[in-house]
């Protein structure tokens, strides 16, 4: 049964792209432009959540620091690991700070974008 990847990117290209890449590897991949899709995350129940730090049609002020560390912070997707993608500088600090998993700075090469996926799915 295939790993199943959630990806939340506003940016049409990149989650193509990045759909693309994951499918081809063999993964189950759903994706979403906006973090609305988290309200179903249980439903849903992925392997691994790649979620960008900046979405720009979510209706709060939450970003994906904020949206992680909720992720984390509930006991019935704790389990769920979340990578960061982001193309700000201090994207570490932001992925420790949301209690993230990992995280992935733009512009990244697809070799690394494979990496970080096989790392933290088990």
Request: hydrophobic share 40%.
């Amino acid at each position: 049964m295939a790993k199943k990847v959630l990806v939340i990117e506003d940016d049409k290209d990149i989650r193509d792209t990045v759909v693309y890449v994951l499918e081809e590897e063999g993964y189950e991949v759903i994706q979403s432009d906006n973090a609305r899709i988290l309200r179903t995350l249980t439903t849903i129940n992925p392997d691994l959540i790649l979620l960008d730090n900046w979405l720009t049609d979510w209706s709060s002020d939450a970003n994906g620091q904020q949206l992680s560390k909720s992720i984390k912070d509930n006991p019935a997707t704790s389990h769920i690991p979340v990578i960061i993608i982001s193309a700000v500088s201090n994207i570490k600090e932001i992925a420790k700070a949301g209690n993230a998993d990992g995280y992935l700075a733009k512009p990244f090469d697809l070799t690394s974008l494979s990496e970080i996926v096989k790392k933290h799915i088990k």
